[in-house]
């Protein structure tokens, strides 16, 4: 079955600073690889997704993250954080060709002013 | 407006008494599916359903039923309710986009068992 990884549950930066969250998955088949935010009281809502094609995936609100595939990697980052990108984020992995998602145990970004 | 809706989004409730989640889709999505999320736990599935009358168990399915008697529809249901299912419920639906599948979350439904 499919996995991933969040390293820190916690991540904090000034605002302006660059967000840098980190998702490791374990498969030896390159999967699809998501990332979700949560807003506070909010469902999750799809910032980007990698389904093999470019390896640099830009999403929405300035996120980005790169698949490094010898590194079995998909960190996501934003060069300059804002005081609205305070949620919880979540890294899913799914088989390709496949509904199932299994998701990481979320990293929550907090944005000091 | 396309969306996922369940209801109720808070509910309150004793241990043993049964109760619903509704779950209801606008986008004519084939894959509906139930996650309960726990801190530092993420997001675990509970049962999927890949169209009408077929369901299947996810990775967490103990002490849940679900049914799917319309593709709009995909209930919840907690028989006997326990302490140790308080926890925050998402549905989803999910549509093929490209060559992947693109999961749609309703916003949630915070259970607290007593």
């Known amino acids: 079955a499919q996995s991933v990884t969040q390293l820190g549950s916690h991540v904090s930066v000034s605002e302006g600073a660059l967000v840098l969250l980190r998702c490791n998955y374990s498969s030896s088949v390159p999967p699809y690889l998501f990332w979700y935010v949560q807003y506070p009281n909010q469902g999750l809502q799809l910032l980007l997704k990698?389904?093999?094609?470019?390896?640099l995936v830009k999403g929405i609100n300035g996120f980005e993250a790169e698949f490094k595939k010898s590194e079995t990697s998909f960190h996501l980052t934003k060069p300059s954080a804002h005081m609205s990108d305070a949620a919880e984020y979540f890294c899913?992995?799914?088989?390709?060709?496949?509904?199932?998602?299994?998701f990481g145990a979320g990293t929550t970004v907090t944005v000091r002013a | 407006e396309a969306q996922v809706t369940q209801n109720p989004r808070y509910l309150i409730t004793v241990t043993g008494k049964k109760l619903t989640v509704t779950c209801s889709q606008n986008m004519n999505h084939e894959y509906m599916s139930w996650y309960r999320q726990d801190p530092g736990l993420g997001l675990r599935q509970i049962y999927y359903?890949?169209?009408?009358?077929?369901?299947d168990k996810g990775d967490v399915p103990e002490g849940y039923k679900v049914s799917r008697k319309e593709k709009r529809n995909f209930p919840l249901i907690l028989e006997s309710p326990s302490p140790n299912q308080t926890s925050l419920y998402f549905c989803a639906s999910s549509s093929r986009t490209g060559s992947s599948y693109e999961q749609y979350f309703g916003p949630g439904t915070r259970l607290t068992v007593t």
């Open positions: 990698y389904t093999s094609a470019a390896t």
């Open positions: 899913a992995v799914s088989d390709r060709d496949d509904y199932k998602l299994s």
């Open positions: 359903s890949m169209n009408v009358e077929v369901t």
